[in-house]
DNA sequence: CTGAAAGCGCTTACAG
DNA sequence: CTGAAAGCGCTTACAG
């Protein structure tokens, strides 16, 4: 059996309140008592039971994350960049993968209140996650609204689809189109087709979307990037809303043999680590995604502490245009 | 308050051992009483508290996942199978990011066993987290020995190396150099230059490797390729031991103007989802990741159970060869 | 088929 | 400065 508070007790002979104080640092011990109980837990090779700890204060310091994938660049990014600002703070964080599945959410959601997470940071499509949302909850979205108590945290989209859009023009295309998810889904990434659609029709052009799904299949990705080069002949220009589905842009146009960029000129979105690495000659919206981390962080350790006036709904965060070769 | 066992027990006129016993559909309990307890839950909108559970249970149905970080696409992609192979089984994952560095590698050990975790599977270059090993509690390490008795899961690295290698001898290559990680970590990863020194030998070639350090540092890789292209004048194919560290080797390599793959082959490793999709061009050893999560887990499981014999200490799965146009 | 009691491993008033 | 007692929210023998 593991040695428990009881036999730190027995072996440093003191009562388990002492053991306690001393491993909480809390109260008078005298110095003799607390070298005396620290020696004892080395002995028996103690190690205490934060269950025990959590079920009694109420506070576990875990928190739940969930996102779409982490095999995505972009989430395995925000996922490392939470953890690890978390840890900082001594914070553990239980991690969910929905794959955009609604259901999935619902249940992930339900385990995290079961396991007594003291907040929830969710990247998530889907509003239905607001069923089991409980008044005073801590919850922060990431890119994404829920509903309107729960903060958001994102990058500009707004400023993000209007940079891509306006370096397209000033580079000479003159048909520009913009690949992006559904526009059902809420999310604060609809901006980046409001700013594109916006920046074209003040330009005189006509703004076309082709919207792809969320279901991570590539496939339909592939498909949907073929069917806009079937459909517009003339393209010259496309900015879409992720690096993944500009790589398959930029692999579909060498397929059909039109150069980059002086034949097509390529804009992506999310601009991660690993992106710039295995392409760096896309030219990007890099979102800050350590900020957007840090950021969200805060507001939900806010709301830990039970502060929940004055929180920030929206928080919008500054985004860098990095130009490659693609344009 | 949130609502526990004995407000369900109150708003149903039972006792709680009669509500846990529907709780857990343990022993013979009335139709008629299940459903009024059932209701009762509902109506105040009970939600089990898991630590209490636990705590009784001595099972959590956690495990520890410690990876170097989920930006990576390779770990990323494994956090994601890991994750969702354990929740179709009932268990939940604390993610833990270590960055390699052994420090954090123990802190988050003990965290994990504060946490009261039911194994753990770890990722991780460093053996001093066998400071902290228990005898049979359940470890399952991922790509690196951590000492005797742990069982270790991962793909089949020396003949990844003898791929790469002799498909870079078949294509003509003359000049062949590998880059792999420091040869101090006791990695399988060292079989892929084991395997590329072999095969070298066997062709009459002299084998040389250049190190990369495991911090991280973009920077440091590319000042590692720039020194490798300034002494070796004469390389015309190089085996990267990731295909991030390919995918520099490319660049760099555009950047000198050497034109892939005529004046220069390259192969990677890893052949991560987000990989093919980014640079579909490289190619690549591609390892199963999802297949490495599943026996990762299926081990870890037996370990929970309490089977420690007959356990495989070394399991090793098959890699596949993806050509692209970097050969 | 159902309930009272003890206990999982802790912490914190309350006394002394 | 230290300890006995009660309790966090559950589950499981043990009785009936």
Redesign the interface.
């Given at each position: 059996m593991k040695p428990s508070i009881d036999d730190v007790a027995e072996a440093a002979g003191v009562s388990r309140t002492t053991v306690s104080r001393v491993l909480n640092n809390r109260g008078y011990i005298s110095q003799k008592t607390k070298d005396n109980v620290y020696k004892a837990m080395k002995e028996i090779?103690y190690?205490?039971?934060?269950?025990?700890r959590?079920?009694f204060n109420k506070r576990?310091h875990?928190i739940g994350?969930i996102v779409p994938?982490?095999?995505?660049?972009f989430?395995?990014?925000l996922?490392?960049?939470i953890?690890?600002i978390c840890?900082s703070f001594g914070f553990?964080?239980?991690?969910?993968?929905s794959?955009n599945r609604m259901d999935k959410e619902e249940k992930?959601l339900?385990?995290l209140?079961?396991?007594?997470v003291d907040g929830v940071i969710v990247v998530t499509y889907n509003r239905g996650i607001m069923n089991y949302h409980?008044e005073n909850f801590p919850v922060v979205a990431v890119d994404h609204y829920l509903s309107e108590k729960i903060p958001v945290v994102g990058s500009d989209n707004y400023d993000g689809g209007k940079q891509a859009t306006e370096l397209l023009l000033k580079k000479g295309c003159r048909h520009i189109i913009h690949i992006n998810g559904p526009i059902e889904l809420e999310t604060p990434a609809n901006l980046r087709r409001k700013a594109y659609e916006d920046i074209m029709m003040e330009n005189g052009r006509t703004p076309i979307t082709y919207e792809v799904s969320n279901t991570f299949d590539?496939q339909i990705h592939r498909e949907l990037i073929c069917k806009l080069f079937d459909e517009q002949p003339e393209v010259d220009g496309i900015f879409a809303s992720d690096?993944?589905i500009a790589?398959?842009v930029m692999?579909e146009a060498k397929k059909r043999n039109k150069v980059i960029p002086s034949q097509l000129k390529v804009v992506g979105y999310d601009g991660?680590?690993?992106?710039q690495?295995?392409?760096?000659e896309l030219t990007t919206i890099q979102q800050p995604i350590d900020l957007i981390a840090k950021t969200a962080i805060d507001i939900l350790l806010k709301e830990i502490e039970g502060e929940f006036n004055d929180l920030p709904l929206e928080t919008c965060l500054p985004v860098t245009l990095i130009e490659g070769g693609s344009t």
């Amino acid at each position: 059996m593991k040695p428990s508070i009881d036999d730190v007790a027995e072996a440093a002979g003191v009562s388990r309140t002492t053991v306690s104080r001393v491993l909480n640092n809390r109260g008078y011990i005298s110095q003799k008592t607390k070298d005396n109980v620290y020696k004892a837990m080395k002995e028996i090779n103690y190690i205490p039971n934060d269950l025990a700890r959590s079920l009694f204060n109420k506070r576990t310091h875990i928190i739940g994350l969930i996102v779409p994938k982490t095999s995505n660049p972009f989430f395995g990014e925000l996922a490392f960049h939470i953890e690890s600002i978390c840890a900082s703070f001594g914070f553990k964080v239980l991690l969910c993968n929905s794959v955009n599945r609604m259901d999935k959410e619902e249940k992930y959601l339900e385990m995290l209140l079961r396991n007594q997470v003291d907040g929830v940071i969710v990247v998530t499509y889907n509003r239905g996650i607001m069923n089991y949302h409980r008044e005073n909850f801590p919850v922060v979205a990431v890119d994404h609204y829920l509903s309107e108590k729960i903060p958001v945290v994102g990058s500009d989209n707004y400023d993000g689809g209007k940079q891509a859009t306006e370096l397209l023009l000033k580079k000479g295309c003159r048909h520009i189109i913009h690949i992006n998810g559904p526009i059902e889904l809420e999310t604060p990434a609809n901006l980046r087709r409001k700013a594109y659609e916006d920046i074209m029709m003040e330009n005189g052009r006509t703004p076309i979307t082709y919207e792809v799904s969320n279901t991570f299949d590539q496939q339909i990705h592939r498909e949907l990037i073929c069917k806009l080069f079937d459909e517009q002949p003339e393209v010259d220009g496309i900015f879409a809303s992720d690096d993944l589905i500009a790589a398959s842009v930029m692999a579909e146009a060498k397929k059909r043999n039109k150069v980059i960029p002086s034949q097509l000129k390529v804009v992506g979105y999310d601009g991660t680590e690993t992106g710039q690495i295995l392409l760096p000659e896309l030219t990007t919206i890099q979102q800050p995604i350590d900020l957007i981390a840090k950021t969200a962080i805060d507001i939900l350790l806010k709301e830990i502490e039970g502060e929940f006036n004055d929180l920030p709904l929206e928080t919008c965060l500054p985004v860098t245009l990095i130009e490659g070769g693609s344009t």
